[in-house]
DNA sequence: TGAGTTTACGAAAACGATTAAGTAAACACC
DNA sequence: GGTGTTTACTTAATCGTTTTCGTAAACTCA
């Protein structure tokens, strides 16, 4: 509201002294900053962050990437709060979140295209649908800052959570209450489900477990009927698995009607667990044991990083944060 | 990144002309525009938004208030809903979202403050802890145009669930069904409990029903915990009521293990209702009857609404429009 | 005291767009 | 053909900052 150039009036110095002031330079008296600072307080300065950016061209903004689907996306609430706390530490490093999409008003422009139009200073990934979409790619080979998370770009930031780990323990843990035979019923094809399938098979191999291919099923993210569906076929193989491994704590929810439905109990007739630590698997009975993952950490240190990267200077700055999964153990696996 | 200078360069005519060819003035010649279109596509060009916001005083960008708190906001699947509309129909109409909070980097700013430093052409307010805040009311006092959800501020825009007929078919129907003993675990003590406490009362009036003072809980919203309490107390009454009214379906689940672990039975021994109609509710067994809440609507009414005030120039722009409630009957209500 | 250095400030250009006002050419019209 | 009106452009100012460069005053020191 009130501009630098009121502010220099009103303390009778020229608007460069003014904003030096404001920005702590050096060549400005003790005296005179002191002075232009009360004033811009009392004046209710703040700076015109349009002005500023035009000048400087850097926008103190960051730019968002979040998948458009609805279905995933925002509604679930492991992306809700990996958000929550990426705009938190955004802001306490200075920025503004702002949501980069394609086709915004009338003209159709491209992620890239919407990032240069606002001029983020940056951009996190936070979930897409395609990580090889074309829009997807420029945007990674482009010279803006950029930290993807749990996605690695070439030569970028990321900041992955440690799927391999957190499966890893949820399979040994399985086991050491007496599973042998652990059915994973894993989420549709991405970079997360390879992970988590690698992880499964290579503990299983450690633990010297054979798991048939029945045992070994596609369903989907957040979907609970593909793990209805999923759990059905399991119910029905003449050899039951003694438990089963879910994509997400979420999708969860269609695998537990088909096996009440079932007439079995969990954890007494068949084991299960979540993946995701999301609030409702503590909220469930049995509670489920799952694995959580940090979602507040993730979100924080994208940003941290991304901050770094936009201050330093750096566009690629190819570190890379692995954040570990933590075992809940609740009570929906029954020691046999 | 291609300026309006160098098309002009390219064109041969002066960077006045290439502005008016982009934004349609009247005052181009037809080829010439042509001309110098053609240049800003092959050129790659997108206006500088900073420029544009620094000289026309409008950002396309417009903020967005929503709750700080961690245990609902953004985690709650109602929000998160109405937030993804919000943030398409604005894109529609060429906007951009952005998150405003107080306290961005080092400086603490105000809500308006910040609104002010980003030069937010509109404000969206769509949950926030207590709208008595000074904050927010210095918000809604100021001459950024403004629209509310779920929240009535004097001479602003709003955009309002139809609590009042949402409760109202709901009680009916549970009445319909034979009920005469119904509960209401109601939500914390917000605008939205009011109408929805006042819609219960009232209908249960006009349907005759006199409702024991013990049968009107309070609970929270999104709370499992708050519901299982309140459950229990519902549960140990002398006279039992034969259904239960939940402040939403989340925190439904609270009651659901209550009633479980008492050895009751949904519908068979007990009927229960939700609100809003998340995904979740129609993903338990048995499915849940609740309201649903349009939350596609709200979200895309309030960013139109939004959008005709920014583009009309009216600030204060006293709409209100309200979206109905949708009835959902699922399998939780038995006849008696 | 005079030359060199430091300190504290100001003047002015620039960022990339928009827009009011000015102007030259083309056209209309009797 | 002169006058008036369109049409199609250009010039230049401006939005609110930042930043380079210049400079006067003050200080240092032999």
Redesign the pocket.
């Known amino acids: 509201m009130a501009?630098?150039?009121e502010i220099a009036l009103a303390c009778?110095?020229?608007?460069?002294?003014?904003?030096?002031a404001?920005?702590n330079?050096s060549?400005?008296?003790?005296?005179?900053?002191q002075r232009v600072r009360n004033a811009a307080r009392s004046m209710g300065?703040?700076?015109?962050a349009a002005?500023?950016a035009?000048?400087?061209?850097r926008s103190h903004n960051i730019g968002l990437l979040f998948a458009d689907a609805t279905n995933s996306g925002l509604a679930h609430e492991f992306f809700s709060l990996v958000l929550n706390s990426l705009k938190e530490e955004a802001e306490r490093h200075g920025y503004d979140v702002t949501f980069i999409s394609r086709d915004i008003g009338l003209t159709n422009m491209s992620y890239l295209e919407h990032c240069r139009y606002r001029r983020c200073d940056g951009v996190v990934i936070a979930t897409v649908l395609d990580w090889t979409d074309p829009q997807v790619t420029e945007l990674a080979q482009s010279d803006i800052p950029l930290v993807a998370i749990d996605y690695v770009f070439d030569n970028r930031g990321s900041v992955l959570s440690d799927n391999v780990q957190g499966m890893r323990d949820l399979v040994k843990y399985v086991y050491s209450m007496g599973h042998r035979k652990i059915a994973f019923i894993h989420g549709d094809r991405t970079a997360v489900t390879k992970m988590r399938l690698a992880s499964f098979h290579r503990t299983c191999d450690e633990l010297g477990l054979k798991i048939p291919d029945e045992y070994v099923i596609e369903g989907a993210f957040h979907e609970p009927s593909a793990s209805a569906r999923a759990t059905r076929e399991l119910l029905s193989l003449p050899e039951r698995p003694t438990c089963i491994l879910y994509p997400d704590d979420y999708s969860f929810l269609g695998g537990m009607n088909e096996i009440e439905s079932a007439g079995l109990s969990i954890p007494d007739d068949i084991s299960v667990c979540g993946f995701d630590g999301i609030h409702l698997s503590q909220v469930l009975r049995p509670r489920l044991t799952t694995v959580r993952q940090k979602t507040e950490q993730l979100g924080s240190e994208a940003s941290a990083m991304l901050a770094e990267a936009i201050e330093s200077g750096k566009t690629f700055l190819p570190h890379r944060i692995v954040v570990p999964c933590e075992l809940i153990v609740g009570e929906s696996v029954k020691r046999i």
């Open positions: 501009t630098i150039k009778g110095v020229s608007a460069a002294t003014v904003s030096k404001l920005n330079a060549d400005v008296g003790a005296d005179t900053a300065y703040f700076p015109n002005a500023r035009l000048k400087t061209n």
